[in-house]
Nanobody, 115 residues
Framework: VQLQAYGGGLVQAGGSLRLSCAASGSIFSINGMSWYRQAPGKQREWVATIGSVGLRNYADSVKGRFTISRDNAKNTVNLQMNSLKPEDTAIYYC??????????WGQGTQVTVSS
């Protein structure tokens, strides 16, 4: 199983980016799809999760600014990030969990927000 994340980049504060992550390979039925991030010198933190039936949850720090979505036909999860702040700067990682409780991580994509 491979997860390929893309869409990161450099953006000014207040701008937007859209991250995507595509899963490929022999994947048992996907359950949750999530995004995490890790800023320099900090631990990796959870950002958002979308469940198999579309239930969404967000970290308080991104609620109202970020939107997570998924395309089950393409095994893809997206993260629309609006009103970006410098403190959103981090490497963003996607993660999927399957119905048989396996978990897979993507390689990360860099998001840099300048002030």
């Amino acid at each position: 199983v491979q997860l390929q994340a893309y869409g990161g980049g450099l953006v000014q504060a207040g701008g937007s980016l859209r991250l995507s992550c595509a899963a490929s390979g022999s994947i048992f039925s996907i359950n949750g799809m999530s995004w995490y991030r890790q800023a320099p010198g900090k631990q990796r933190e959870w950002v958002a999760t979308i469940g198999s039936v579309g239930l969404r949850n967000y970290a308080d720090s991104v609620k109202g600014r970020f939107t997570i979505s998924r395309d089950n036909a393409k095994n893809t999860v997206n993260l629309q990030m609006n009103s970006l702040k410098p403190e959103d700067t981090a490497i963003y990682y996607c993660k999927i969990t399957t119905m048989n409780r396996s978990a897979y991580w993507g390689q990360g994509t860099q998001v840099t927000v300048s002030s």
